[in-house]
């Protein structure tokens, strides 16, 4: 098989154009899910929840919140999944993760718990069956056997066993109450008759799918997918998508989530942007150095630096605290942040974008 080489440059663009984030937007939400595969939900929300911050910079303004509800609860076109995140994927995905499911947990700890829990799960594999869908709240605790732990989890029996039996595909998120959610059998919630692709076999469409998503990647994320190569300036081996070689590229500004999975891997995005970042929500604010929730900020084929703002909602504003920048910006690159804030601060609702001086 030829070793691919490629210069810094174009694999950034590699990156930039599987992420959706160059300038052909794709049109519809489920366009958006195909390509990445999934959308990581989390409730953080200082400018706009996660998945829909994705979603938006991809989609644009014609992107809302409702499209994510209508795809996971009306028309089954995507399922929450519960697997170390929480995340929503494509329906028609379901069947390559069904056999890794079924082995669900591998943890010892809980794989013991939960046999030891046997007629709790039968108990609320029975309530659901009769009475589903059901908030957590309205799931007896008939456990045997608490939960432990030193965190928030401890003695949290319940929640526990719902995750765990959503994991295993016995159990299903059928839709949300604002933020809780309602669990129901899974044969109520996914597609009658889904074919359970075998384990090696999908394990292996599940790697090309993710590097279909993230263009190049090292084999450590997406196995053996895709075709060898080497970038410029890097060390050790790479595994590129050769669909996406040699493609035009038209690039576009973008503000993105910090969980976008063109940054999400630290490691390639130094590698490959010479960019550093990390997520600061969890550090005391005093040692901080971009924000509470910085945005990362694309560029064509750079990521140029980070904008910590929150979104306002009481006074109608998106409050820009600071624009970093990684690289002096120029006017032109001056205007399409700008623009993109606007542009964000509408889609939100928010009438008016104010900087901190």
């Known amino acids: 098989m030829r070793l691919h080489r490629i210069d810094r440059r174009e694999a950034r663009r590699i990156a930039v154009r599987a992420q959706l984030l160059d300038a052909h937007r794709p049109t519809d939400l489920l366009t958006v899910l195909d390509r990445l595969t999934f959308l990581q939900l989390d409730p953080t929300a200082a400018v706009a929840p996660s998945a829909d911050l994705v979603a938006w910079t991809r989609l644009g303004a014609g992107y809302a919140p409702a499209h994510l509800r209508q795809a996971v609860e009306r028309d089954r076109t995507a399922f929450e999944q519960f697997q170390h995140l929480a995340m929503v994927r494509p329906m028609a995905d379901l069947g390559l993760h069904l056999a890794e499911m079924a082995t669900c947990p591998e943890d010892p700890r809980r794989r013991a718990w939960l046999k030891a829990n046997d007629s ?11 009475s589903g869908p059901l908030l957590s709240r309205e799931v007896p605790d008939t456990s045997v056997v608490p939960w432990p732990s030193t965190g928030w989890t401890n003695n949290r029996n319940v929640t526990q066993m719902l995750e ?27 597609p009658a008759g889904t074919s359970v692709v075998p384990a090696n076999e999908a394990r ?8 279909r998503s993230l263009g190049i990647a090292r084999a450590s994320v997406v196995g053996e997918a895709g075709e060898p190569a080497q970038v410029e300036g890097t060390a050790g081996a790479w595994r590129v998508d050769p669909a996406a070689l040699g493609q035009p ?31 600061e929500m969890y550090l005391p604010k005093a040692k901080r150095r971009w924000g509470y929730f910085a945005l990362p900020v694309l560029h064509h084929d750079r990521l140029v630096g980070k904008v910590d703002a929150t979104a306002d909602h009481r006074a109608g504003a998106l409050r820009v605290h600071a624009i970093h920048q990684d690289v002096p910006f120029d006017p032109a690159v001056t205007a399409a942040v700008d623009a993109e ?3 964000l601060a509408s889609w939100l609702g928010l009438p008016t974008v104010t900087h901190a001086p």
């Not at 709790?120 to 069956?129: G, K, P, S, W, Y």
């Not at 039996?165 to 669990?183: F, N, T």
């Not at 292996?204 to 590097?211: H, I, K, P, Q, S």
């Not at 503000?255 to 960019?275: G, Q, T, W």
């Open 341 to 343: 804030l606007a542009a």
């Open 164 to 190: 765990l039996l959503a994991a295993r595909g016995e159990i299903a998120i059928a839709d949300r109450v604002g933020r809780q959610r309602r669990w129901d059998l899974a044969e109520r919630v996914y």
């Open 249 to 279: 590229f038209a690039g576009r500004t973008a503000l993105l989530s910090p969980f976008d999975r063109l940054v999400h891997d630290r490691k390639r995005a130094r590698e490959l942007f010479d960019f550093e970042y990390l997520l």
């Open 120 to 130: 709790f799960r039968r108990d609320v594999l029975d309530l659901l069956r009769a």
């Open 204 to 211: 292996r469409m599940r790697d090309e799918r993710r590097l």
